[in-house]
């Protein structure tokens, strides 16, 4: 398949207007070639060729990835061969050095914790075993839990209070324990520098959080929020809701926020979506709003400014802003509804967490990685 590309390579970062400069530099995915495993990081600066690729194109030889983390400037995620791996730049600590000039060809092992990784903007967390651990921009800052003064490029241990699920967003980072406690902790929120039960034991499943709310689904598949209210109800000041509301009317099995929205795959099979929608879809929504029809839908992913979600077919549909190609339909037509993404079939899906859009990201059958939108045209050598 012949990736569809938008810019010519004489398209220079430095040649762009000062306002789209300032809009790539949030969304830009800083893409490398994975390679075969090295974990070597080079300093020297990359060149800023930018080329919009409207259609998927594979990144690397690397056969095995399986959960994608896609941030502002990099890309994390867990491997077959165990552990959490990086690569692109380190501009926000990404790679868990200290250089921001630093840059991952290949992918760079950042620590042996790969249950889970989650991940906002600017940050990346794994835990497993008990522990976790977290790298990224401005962990002091957010996070001062982690340590007196610890340094943002290292990966920073925590093994206060065992955890089962840990969601975390640009000023929220919320978790649920063994015995089915949520409790959250943010710049916005009563506490912020540890956990704090937001409500007693209940057995909460599919954690997620955006930008600045984070939501759960009770036992009964009921979708409960708490946050800011622009992200709980579409409109409104960013004063949080700091206990949990309930979104009644529809029953979900998997919930995904960013941003300052939610979107959830229903208990039929159907796509709904609520909260500040105006950017991405055209209309924002106090109560769940229904986007698409269709009945098999598998995964979804929630990403700034637009989502994606995988069928039961293998396909990847993509909606919402679309001005670097990163809905992967051969446009640049920002869209309502969940448009198909071209190549297939795809085995998991993830939208990246970059403030204004940009890039997304998909494995095939055996951990192909693929991605498509902004994408550093030196980086991707790749393609097809």
Known sequence: MTPTILRSATARFTTLPILWKARLCLALLVVAVAGCGSQAVQTERVDHTVEYYLTPVRIGMVTDWRILAPSIFHLCGTRGSGGVWCLGSNRVYGLGVDDTNAFAVEPRKVTDLSDSLTHSATNDCAFGASRLECWGEELFTKWPWFGDEPTPWVAHAWEKEPMSALAIGERIACMTNPQGVWSCWGSFLPNQESPEPVTEPAGWSSLTAGALHACALDPAQRAWCLGS????????????????????????????????????????????????????????????????????????????????????????????????????????????????????????????????????????????????????????????
């Open 229 to 384: 209210r622009r992200s709980l109800m579409g409109s409104g000041s960013t004063e949080p809701v700091t206990r949990p509301v309930m979104f009644p009317g529809v029953t979900f099995r998997e919930l995904a926020a960013s941003g300052f929205y939610t979107c959830g795959i229903a208990s039929d099979g159907r796509l709904y979506c609520w909260g500040n929608l105006s950017p991405s879809v055209g209309k924002d929504s106090a109560v769940p709003r229904l986007l698409s029809e269709k009945e098999d839908w598998r995964r979804i992913s929630a990403g700034d400014g637009h989502s994606c979600a995988l069928d039961s077919a293998g396909e990847v549909w993509c909606w919402g802003w679309n001005s670097y190609g990163e809905l992967g339909d051969g446009t640049t037509e920002p869209r309502e509804h969940p448009v198909k993404v071209a190549g297939g079939p795809w085995e998991t899906v993830a939208a990246s967490r970059s403030l204004r859009g940009g890039y997304n990201c998909a494995t095939k059958s055996g951990g192909e990685l693929w991605c498509w939108g902004a994408l550093y045209r030196a980086l991707v050598t790749s393609a097809p």
